[in-house]
């Protein structure tokens, strides 16, 4: 069997001679020396000194007649941070018998310093530097990752696998977010997510990167990244976020307030009905739009029947009770586009929406005999029981707020006058009134 010659002890650098299926056949001392061996034979691919794609590749050229690849390939294992030199034994081509494993020097001086002063700035700053190695999916981690998290240099914190430091709920956003970068979705990769410190806690980490390197067919080879400490600024976002939630919590719960409070002022308390305030604000607002819109507007006035005596006779808690049972009446018999008021004392206010003169009469004999069915003993009264008063006015065309409110005021007087128990109907335009 011819075996691919060379005298490797001539060459002043690591090298070794790699026959067809992969086994080494020669080696100088400084190759050796390096690689920890006392003899040759073994395959190649055991040392773990470059990626092992990279080596079947080159295999496979040479045994096509091709030459390998021509720039050296970065190293891993034991000759990381240098380069590998691929070349073939023989003259090329079909009589190429072999190939050449040759180890570049290691860069130092200048550049090594250069390296170091890097390495101080990036620990300085929190951050560091990891290289995903895509075919094996493993991961290198620069110096002074290990001290951001506090654990010591020679703490074993991880096997290499990337996301295994990450924390359970953010593993698979970061690991998707990288895998689209490899699959050539998204040119750069960026996760923010925790990892855990050596005190138990969690703590935020930014990192950055994109592919650094491609193999010859154009894959990605390499994923470069920095990592960067961010816990204060994500403790200060969360905060922030806190804060704001907190303040829109206060400001829902001071709008609620204000609206009870506004509810409060609007609110007759004796009875729960609205108050004169509210009366004040809405009826003029009522007439307005029932004139623009066309829409018929009627004005009720109710007045309790001798209640000063009723008071005087039954007691003030009587007489609270029968204004509450009153406006409970009027309440009921009204819709909810209505609104019903204590205008103020014994006397009450009605504005019914959308009710020409039928309506507010129907309306009005509705409370007129539900009070007479409330049968409530009056003993002051000539009529024996609690009885009203009613005056009623709709509004007319081209009619103020306030003259309706008049002609609706002056109709319960006039039915006051004539007897008490009944209800007055205001006449639009005479002024005068009717009782019934």
Same mark, same amino acid.
């Given at each position: 069997?011819?075996?691919?010659? %060379?005298?490797a002890?001539? @060459?002043?650098?690591?090298?070794?001679v @790699?026959?067809?299926? /992969?086994?080494m056949v020669?080696m100088?001392?400084a190759?050796?020396g390096?690689?920890?061996?006392?003899r040759?034979?073994?395959?190649? !691919?055991?040392l773990?000194?470059l990626p092992?794609?990279a080596?079947?590749?080159a295999? =496979?050229?040479?045994?096509?007649g091709?030459?390998?690849?021509?720039r050296?390939?970065?190293?891993t294992?034991?000759?990381?941070g240098?380069?590998?030199l691929?070349? @073939?034994?023989?003259?090329g081509?079909?009589s190429?018998?072999?190939l050449i494993?040759?180890?570049?020097?290691?860069v130092?001086?200048?550049?090594?310093?250069q390296?170091?002063?890097a390495?101080f700035?990036?620990e300085?700053?929190g951050q560091?530097?990891?290289e995903?190695d895509i075919?094996?999916r493993?991961?290198?981690?620069?110096?002074?990752w290990?001290?951001? %998290?506090g654990?010591?240099a020679d703490?074993?914190v991880?096997?290499g696998?990337?996301?295994?430091?990450?924390?359970? =709920?953010?593993? =698979?956003?970061?690991?998707?977010?990288a895998?689209?970068?490899? *699959?050539?979705e998204?040119?750069?990769?960026e996760?923010?997510?925790?990892?855990?410190?050596? =005190?138990?806690?969690?703590r935020?980490?930014?990192?950055?990167?994109r592919?650094?390197?491609?193999r010859?067919?154009?894959?990605?080879?390499r994923?470069l990244?920095t990592?960067?400490?961010?816990?204060?600024?994500k403790?200060?976002?969360?905060?922030?976020?806190?804060?704001i939630?907190?303040? !829109?919590?206060?400001?829902r719960?001071?709008?609620?307030l204000n609206s009870q409070?506004?509810e409060?002022s609007?609110r007759?308390?004796l009875?729960?009905?609205?108050?004169?305030?509210?009366f004040?604000?809405?009826?003029?607002?009522?007439?307005?739009?029932s004139a623009?819109?066309?829409?018929a507007l009627?004005?009720v006035?109710?007045?309790v029947?001798?209640?000063?005596?009723?008071?005087d006779r039954?007691?003030?808690?009587a007489g609270?009770?029968?204004?509450r049972? @009153?406006?409970t009446?009027l309440?009921?018999?009204?819709?909810?586009?209505?609104l019903?008021?204590?205008y103020g /004392?014994e006397?009450?206010a009605?504005?019914?929406a959308?009710?020409?003169?039928a309506?507010?009469?129907?309306? !009005?004999?509705?409370?007129?005999?539900?009070?007479e069915?409330?049968?409530e003993p009056?003993?002051a009264?000539?009529?024996g029981?609690?009885?009203?008063?009613?005056? %009623?006015?709709?509004l007319?065309?081209?009619?103020a707020?306030?003259?309706?409110?008049?002609?609706?005021?002056? *109709?319960?007087y006039?039915?006051?006058?004539?007897?008490?128990?009944?209800?007055?109907v205001?006449r639009?335009h005479s002024?005068?009134?009717?009782s019934?």
């Amino acid at each position: 069997m011819n075996r691919p010659q %060379l005298t490797a002890e001539a @060459v002043p650098l690591p090298l070794c001679v @790699v026959d067809l299926q /992969g086994r080494m056949v020669d080696m100088n001392s400084a190759f050796a020396g390096l690689a920890g061996l006392a003899r040759v034979g073994g395959p190649i !691919a055991d040392l773990d000194i470059l990626p092992e794609w990279a080596l079947a590749e080159a295999l =496979d050229r040479i045994a096509s007649g091709m030459a390998p690849c021509s720039r050296p390939l970065p190293g891993t294992g034991r000759v990381r941070g240098r380069s590998v030199l691929l070349s @073939v034994t023989g003259h090329g081509g079909a009589s190429a018998r072999g190939l050449i494993v040759t180890i570049l020097p290691s860069v130092d001086g200048q550049i090594a310093e250069q390296e170091q002063r890097a390495s101080f700035a990036l620990e300085s700053a929190g951050q560091w530097i990891w290289e995903l190695d895509i075919a094996t999916r493993t991961v290198w981690r620069s110096e002074g990752w290990q001290r951001a %998290l506090g654990f010591r240099a020679d703490e074993r914190v991880d096997d290499g696998e990337p996301w295994g430091i990450v924390h359970p =709920d953010d593993r =698979d956003a970061a690991a998707a977010m990288a895998e689209r970068v490899i *699959a050539g979705e998204a040119e750069m990769f960026e996760a923010t997510y925790r990892l855990r410190h050596r =005190d138990g806690s969690w703590r935020w980490f930014l990192s950055r990167g994109r592919i650094a390197t491609r193999r010859p067919d154009g894959r990605p080879e390499r994923l470069l990244a920095t990592t960067i400490d961010v816990h204060r600024q994500k403790e200060s976002e969360e905060r922030l976020t806190a804060a704001i939630a907190e303040s !829109a919590e206060i400001s829902r719960r001071l709008a609620a307030l204000n609206s009870q409070l506004t509810e409060l002022s609007d609110r007759d308390g004796l009875t729960g009905l609205s108050n004169r305030r509210a009366f004040e604000r809405e009826w003029r607002l009522l007439v307005a739009r029932s004139a623009e819109r066309g829409e018929a507007l009627s004005l009720v006035m109710i007045d309790v029947d001798f209640f000063k005596q009723f008071n005087d006779r039954m007691g003030h808690l009587a007489g609270d009770e029968c204004l509450r049972n @009153v406006a409970t009446l009027l309440a009921r018999a009204a819709s909810r586009s209505d609104l019903v008021c204590r205008y103020g /004392g014994e006397e009450f206010a009605v504005l019914l929406a959308g009710a020409g003169a039928a309506e507010a009469g129907l309306y !009005a004999g509705r409370v007129m005999e539900a009070v007479e069915h409330l049968a409530e003993p009056h003993p002051a009264s000539p009529f024996g029981r609690l009885t009203i008063s009613i005056g %009623l006015a709709t509004l007319a065309s081209g009619e103020a707020a306030e003259r309706l409110l008049q002609r609706a005021d002056d *109709a319960l007087y006039e039915a006051k006058r004539a007897g008490r128990n009944r209800i007055g109907v205001a006449r639009a335009h005479s002024g005068r009134s009717a009782s019934a």
